[in-house]
T-cell receptor, first 115, second 117 residues
Framework: AQKITQTQPGMFVQEKEAVTLDCTYDTSDQSYGLFWYKQPSSGEMIFLIYQGSYDEQNATEGRYSLNFQKARKSANLVISASQLGDSAMYFCAMREGQGGFKTIFGAGTRLFVKA | DTAVSQTPKYLVTQMGNDKSIKCEQNLGHDTMYWYKQDSKKFLKIMFSYNNKELIINETVPNRFSPKSPDKAHLNLHINSLELGDSAVYFC????????????????FGNGTRLTVT
């Protein structure tokens, strides 16, 4: 069965430093997409970054980058120059299956940015 | 110009009651979803609809009945509410995956916090 694992329930990082949030996934599909979402305390779900299973280069979006290691089935999120507003829950997710009608989520990592 | 809107935002009700949550998207997507986020923040897919057809039903009790009158709307009706139904319910939409492309993220509504007392 497909699965997403986020092993860090909580992380602390100093403002302006970089932080890596871990994500490993398990799938037997060749075609899939990996996503990271942010959920601030206000509750909305915000899409951050995407990596396709066939993409050879790591995705980047502003201060976010995705460290994709396909052989290890890992898709870690790197946030550079952390800001206080980055304090939130972060979810790793995978979209797979015929038609991509199912996206499953990891348990999330709560990130705390310290001033 | 809200992309995915769901109502109500809060729902407080007693055990045994029936309630509905409505969702609408104006993004032109052909796929809509319901997710349940429990008190530990775990997000679990409940249903997935594509062009009004049920595609995914993740062993949800049949007290939960989704309805999609058209591809822009997906409503969720819950019968005989139980304490364990208390959660935040998120509606989401996306284009369906095309060929080998799965690059479309989910667009979420702001969630409905359901509290069953």
């Amino acid at each position: 069965a497909q699965k997403i694992t986020q092993t860090q329930p909580g992380m602390f990082v100093q403002e302006k430093e970089a932080v890596t949030l871990d994500c490993t996934y398990d799938t037997s599909d060749q075609s899939y997409g990996l996503f990271w979402y942010k959920q601030p305390s206000s509750g909305e779900m915000i899409f951050l970054i995407y990596q396709g299973s066939y993409d050879e280069q790591n995705a980047t979006e502003g201060r976010y980058s995705l460290n994709f290691q396909k052989a290890r089935k890992s898709a870690n999120l790197v946030i550079s120059a952390s800001q206080l507003g980055d304090s939130a829950m972060y979810f790793c997710a995978m979209r797979e299956g015929q038609g991509g009608f199912k996206t499953i989520f990891g348990a999330g990592t709560r990130l705390f940015v310290k001033a | 110009d809200t992309a995915v809107s769901q109502t109500p935002k809060y729902l407080v009700t007693q055990m045994g009651n029936d309630k509905s949550i409505k969702c609408e998207q104006n993004l032109g997507h052909d796929t809509m979803y319901w997710y349940k986020q429990d008190s530990k923040k775990f997000l679990k897919i409940m249903f997935s609809y594509n062009n009004k057809e049920l595609i995914i039903n993740e062993t949800v009790p049949n007290r939960f009945s989704p309805k999609s009158p058209d591809k822009a709307h997906l409503n969720l009706h819950i019968n005989s509410l139980e304490l364990g139904d208390s959660a935040v319910y998120f509606c989401a939409s996306s284009p369906s995956g095309q060929g080998l492309s799965y690059n479309s993220p989910l667009h979420f509504g702001n969630g409905t916090r359901l509290t069953v007392t």
